[in-house]
Structure formats: structure tokens, C-alpha cells
């Protein structure tokens, strides 16, 4: 039964920065069964449970801006160490728990959480996933996850290689649950606007170096010189000094001090939701943001002027039928997706997205109604099957080989006081000089 004496479910969602934490608090109101059910498909809603948030201290943790531009509502929300967080589930009773973090993080919660639990007879549900298209380290994160009660894969195409790799090194794959992008949603596409807007979506990471993210703004630049009735936008994720899900050495707020764009260029930020909503063209490198334009209908372009590439991303995109040049788009080019493609990878444009998430509430409901309560969390890596790589991972957390938080880890019993978020922020401030000034002069000087 669930955990708590109410009727509403309580659930605690973990996440490590801006992006996990929109990808996790939408999924847990979309996963929750119950009441939720109705009011899922409307971002924020908690209708039918109680939402905690909890945001993991570190390099990206979200500023108040960027939870604001989020824009998804909690009960509660506040910043914890990885100690402070498993205190907090030792000592709170949830229904469900939600690990929206890097593969390492969600591995080193596992270890942890099954300490802390080990002699409860209750604990919540355990879900995770990825926050968006899975193009690298798929059999790395996929294990680093293994574990959890749920592991949710956002399409078919997702739930089929993540079964494979579970199945291929002897894992038990059953966790792996096929659901869809908590993000999806809005109006589909009504037709072109006046003026006609082509949005260029930026990705913090993707492509990292300076002269091809130069080259890009440039084209989104000189298109908008092309064709001066048309509004064309910068949509950026984070304001120089923030960081999201990917570190961002170049922000293309400096790159653009150097051009002297026409007046129908502009930067934009906030909820890309928002932004689509007047949107004609769509264009990326290999952003999530184009699957949120696919499931609305709205024409996207996956760029292939730097080359089809593991590392950009787009190779995920092979068959879908928007991949092109901008030469093409200057030109006046506008896709057709590939109608089969765009079914398997958890878009749902024919009207089955109300559906996608039904085996998760389902499968959510039967473990809450388990007789005798859960079994202990089993992670595939342990100190026998993988003693050279687990302790480092288990460390980078401040928690030992058994999962318990090491001597001198980071806790907040308190609030902070005023010379320790003076210390936090230098701290940060620094990393972020490191990331965006001096490594990349690093790296200039190591080409010479």
C-alpha cells in the first residue's frame, strides 16, 4: 500500500539541473496514478499527489531564473548534498521517487538508497530515464540506471535497445518501460504566422568548438539578411554564468557581439513550449526541441552542414526525412518527415499520446499494491561485478563502497549561512571562469 496515510500520493523528484528538472517533475505528474490522470497533459498540475523537489548541489544546479523559465510548479523545492537528500529519505515516507540526474548520480542514489532502506519494511517506487534523444553512451548510462523499479524509455525504438543491452551483458530487463517525452504537447501547427518565424535552437554542447558554432550563427544570420520579411530567432537555453545539462564554453551571446545582425534577428530565451507556439520553421543541430516541433506538426530541419555526426547528435535523425543544409532553407526548402520514423521515436502525432504513459501508472500502481512491500533495490554494479569502477562513481558523491555517506560529506542540517554561500557561489563562479575563459585558451595553446 502506499506509504503515506492520505489519499494524495507523495512523490520526491531528485534532479541535477534545469532540464532534469523539467523532465522529472512532468514525469511524475504523468506517472502518477490516480487523479493525475486528468490533469497531467497540463504542465504543473499536481491535482492527484503531493510534489517535492529536490535539486542536487552542484555545477549545474538551476538559478531561480532558470526554474522560472521552466516553469513547472512544486510543493516544495529546495537545494540538498547527496547526504542531505538520503537523510531526507530515510526520514520521509514517499510513494515515489524520481531520479532525474546523470547515469553516475542515479547509480550512486541506488547504492545509497538501499542503505538507508535496507531495514524499512516499505520504500517508494524507483524511477528513471533520460531527459531526451539517447545518441551516446547508451550501454554506460543503461547500466549506470540499472536498478530502478521503472526505467523509462521515451519511444519504441528507446525500449527496444534498452531491453537488448540489459539482456546482452545478463541483466534483468523487465524495469524497462516504454512511455514518451513528459514534455510533449501544445497546439499543433495552424499554418504560417506574420511574419513567417524560422527559430534556430541552440544547444549548450553541440558543436562545442568555437569556428563551427561561429559558423552557424553566422548562416542563421545571413538568413535572416535573405529574407528580411521573415523574423528569425536565437532561441538559447542559459544566460552567460549559468549552466544547464551540458557545460557551454561559448555561449553565442559573446559569438554575436562580433556580427551586426539586421533588426528582424533576435535572441529569445524562455519556455520553448512558448516559443513554438509561433514558430513556421524549426531548425537545430540535434536539439530535443525537435521532436517537441515534430509532435506538433511544425516543418524541422536537423542541419547536416557539419557533417552527419555521432558526436553532433544528428545521426539520430538518418531516415527521418528532415535532415538538410541551410542552403536548402535559404532556398525555401521545408521538410516532410518520414511518417514511420516519427512513430517510433515516441512523438505520437496521431493523437495516442494520452496514452503513452499508461503502462508506467499501471505498472506504478502494482508495485504500490505488492504484498510485503517492494524488494531491496539491486543495482547490476556492485563491489563484485564491477570493483574498479563502482567506488569511484559511489566516491564523486561523498558515499563509501556499501553506499554509506563517507566522513566529512557534504550535509545541511541548517540553512547556509552568509560566508558559506559567499564560498558556494565563489566556488561556482570559479568553475565557470574555468569552463568558458581559461580551458579553451588551454586548448587553443595545446593546437599551436
Given at each position: 500500500?502506499?506509504?503515506?496515510?492520505?489519499?494524495?500520493?507523495?512523490?520526491?523528484?531528485?534532479?541535477?539541473?534545469?532540464?532534469?528538472w523539467?523532465?522529472?517533475?512532468?514525469?511524475?505528474?504523468?506517472?502518477?496514478?490516480?487523479?493525475?490522470?486528468?490533469?497531467?497533459?497540463?504542465?504543473?498540475?499536481?491535482?492527484?499527489?503531493?510534489?517535492?523537489?529536490?535539486?542536487?548541489?552542484?555545477r549545474?544546479?538551476?538559478?531561480?531564473?532558470?526554474l522560472?523559465e521552466?516553469?513547472?510548479?512544486?510543493?516544495?523545492?529546495?537545494?540538498?548534498?547527496?547526504?542531505?537528500?538520503?537523510?531526507?529519505?530515510?526520514?520521509?515516507p514517499?510513494?515515489?521517487?524520481?531520479?532525474?540526474?546523470?547515469g553516475?548520480?542515479?547509480?550512486?542514489?541506488?547504492?545509497?538508497?538501499?542503505r538507508?532502506?535496507?531495514h524499512?519494511?516499505?520504500?517508494?517506487v524507483?524511477?528513471?530515464?533520460?531527459?531526451?534523444?539517447?545518441?551516446?553512451?547508451?550501454?554506460?548510462?543503461?547500466?549506470?540506471?540499472?536498478?530502478?523499479?521503472?526505467?523509462l524509455?521515451n519511444s519504441?525504438?528507446?525500449?527496444?535497445?534498452?531491453?537488448?543491452?540489459?539482456?546482452?551483458?545478463?541483466?534483468?530487463?523487465?524495469?524497462?518501460?516504454?512511455?514518451?517525452?513528459?514534455?510533449?504537447?501544445?497546439?499543433?501547427?495552424?499554418?504560417?504566422?506574420?511574419?513567417?518565424?524560422?527559430v534556430?535552437?541552440?544547444?549548450?554542447?553541440?558543436?562545442?568548438?568555437?569556428?563551427?558554432r561561429?559558423?552557424?550563427?553566422?548562416r542563421?544570420?545571413?538568413?535572416?539578411?535573405?529574407?528580411?520579411?521573415?523574423?528569425?530567432?536565437l532561441?538559447?537555453?542559459?544566460?552567460?554564468?549559468?549552466?544547464t545539462?551540458?557545460?557551454?564554453?561559448?555561449?553565442?551571446?559573446?559569438?554575436?557581439?562580433?556580427?551586426?545582425?539586421?533588426?528582424?534577428f533576435?535572441?529569445?530565451?524562455?519556455?520553448?513550449?512558448?516559443?513554438?507556439?509561433?514558430?513556421?520553421?524549426l531548425?537545430?543541430?540535434?536539439?530535443?526541441?525537435?521532436?517537441?516541433?515534430?509532435?506538433?506538426?511544425?516543418?524541422t530541419?536537423?542541419?547536416?552542414?557539419?557533417?552527419?555526426?555521432?558526436?553532433?547528435?544528428?545521426?539520430?535523425?538518418?531516415?527521418?526525412?528532415?535532415?538538410?543544409?541551410?542552403?536548402?532553407?535559404?532556398a525555401?526548402?521545408?521538410?516532410?518527415?518520414?511518417?514511420?520514423?516519427?512513430?517510433?521515436?515516441?512523438?505520437?502525432?496521431?493523437?495516442?499520446?494520452?496514452s503513452?504513459?499508461?503502462?508506467?501508472?499501471?505498472?506504478i500502481?502494482?508495485?504500490l499494491?505488492?504484498?510485503?512491500?517492494?524488494?531491496?533495490?539491486?543495482?547490476?554494479?556492485?563491489?563484485?561485478?564491477a570493483?574498479?569502477?563502482?567506488?569511484?562513481?559511489?566516491?564523486?558523491?561523498?558515499?563509501?563502497?556499501d553506499?554509506?555517506?563517507?566522513?566529512?560529506?557534504?550535509?545541511?542540517?541548517?540553512?547556509?549561512?552568509?560566508?558559506?554561500?559567499?564560498?558556494?557561489?565563489?566556488?561556482?563562479?570559479?568553475?565557470?571562469?574555468?569552463?568558458?575563459?581559461?580551458?579553451?585558451?588551454?586548448?587553443?595553446?595545446?593546437?599551436?
Amino acid at each position: 500500500m502506499p506509504a503515506s496515510t492520505s489519499k494524495r500520493l507523495r512523490i520526491a523528484v531528485l534532479a541535477d539541473s534545469d532540464t532534469r528538472w523539467k523532465w522529472g517533475a512532468l514525469t511524475a505528474d504523468r506517472i502518477a496514478p490516480g487523479p493525475s490522470m486528468e490533469t497531467a497533459a497540463r504542465p504543473g498540475a499536481q491535482g492527484g499527489h503531493l510534489l517535492d523537489g529536490f535539486l542536487l548541489r552542484g555545477r549545474a544546479t538551476p538559478t531561480p531564473r532558470q526554474l522560472e523559465e521552466v516553469g513547472v510548479r512544486a510543493d516544495s523545492l529546495r537545494e540538498v548534498t547527496a547526504a542531505e537528500f538520503l537523510r531526507a529519505m530515510a526520514e520521509e515516507p514517499y510513494d515515489i521517487l524520481v531520479l532525474s540526474l546523470v547515469g553516475g548520480g542515479v547509480q550512486a542514489m541506488l547504492h545509497g538508497l538501499a542503505r538507508v532502506w535496507e531495514h524499512r519494511p516499505t520504500r517508494p517506487v524507483v524511477v528513471t530515464g533520460y531527459v531526451g534523444v539517447v545518441y551516446e553512451k547508451l550501454a554506460d548510462g543503461l547500466l549506470l540506471r540499472h536498478g530502478a523499479d521503472l526505467v523509462l524509455a521515451n519511444s519504441r525504438q528507446d525500449a527496444e535497445r534498452f531491453r537488448a543491452v540489459y539482456e546482452g551483458v545478463g541483466a534483468d530487463s523487465s524495469a524497462v518501460t516504454e512511455v514518451a517525452l513528459p514534455f510533449l504537447g501544445g497546439a499543433p501547427y495552424g499554418g504560417e504566422h506574420d511574419p513567417y518565424t524560422v527559430v534556430f535552437a541552440a544547444q549548450p554542447s553541440v558543436p562545442a568548438g568555437r569556428t563551427d558554432r561561429a559558423y552557424l550563427l553566422d548562416r542563421l544570420v545571413r538568413h535572416a539578411r535573405r529574407h528580411p520579411e521573415r523574423e528569425v530567432l536565437l532561441k538559447l537555453r542559459s544566460k552567460p554564468g549559468e549552466h544547464t545539462t551540458h557545460i557551454e564554453e561559448l555561449p553565442y551571446q559573446k559569438l554575436v557581439r562580433s556580427l551586426d545582425p539586421p533588426a528582424n534577428f533576435r535572441l529569445v530565451y524562455g519556455n520553448m513550449g512558448e516559443v513554438l507556439d509561433r514558430t513556421d520553421l524549426l531548425v537545430t543541430v540535434s536539439s530535443t526541441a525537435a521532436l517537441e516541433a515534430l509532435h506538433r506538426r511544425i516543418p524541422t530541419v536537423v542541419l547536416t552542414d557539419l557533417g552527419v555526426r555521432e558526436s553532433l547528435g544528428n545521426h539520430h535523425f538518418v531516415g527521418s526525412g528532415c535532415l538538410a543544409s541551410w542552403d536548402r532553407l535559404d532556398a525555401g526548402h521545408r521538410p516532410t518527415p518520414d511518417e514511420e520514423w516519427v512513430s517510433r521515436q515516441g512523438v505520437a502525432t496521431d493523437g495516442s499520446y494520452a496514452s503513452a504513459f499508461d503502462a508506467a501508472r499501471a505498472r506504478i500502481a502494482e508495485l504500490l499494491d505488492r504484498p510485503g512491500g517492494l524488494p531491496p533495490l539491486t543495482p547490476y554494479y556492485t563491489p563484485g561485478t564491477a570493483p574498479g569502477y563502482l567506488p569511484g562513481i559511489l566516491a564523486r558523491h561523498h558515499l563509501g563502497p556499501d553506499g554509506t555517506p563517507l566522513p566529512g560529506a557534504p550535509a545541511a542540517d541548517r540553512e547556509p549561512g552568509p560566508v558559506r554561500q559567499i564560498v558556494r557561489r565563489a566556488a561556482r563562479g570559479a568553475y565557470r571562469h574555468g569552463v568558458q575563459r581559461v580551458a579553451p585558451v588551454i586548448r587553443r595553446m595545446g593546437e599551436l
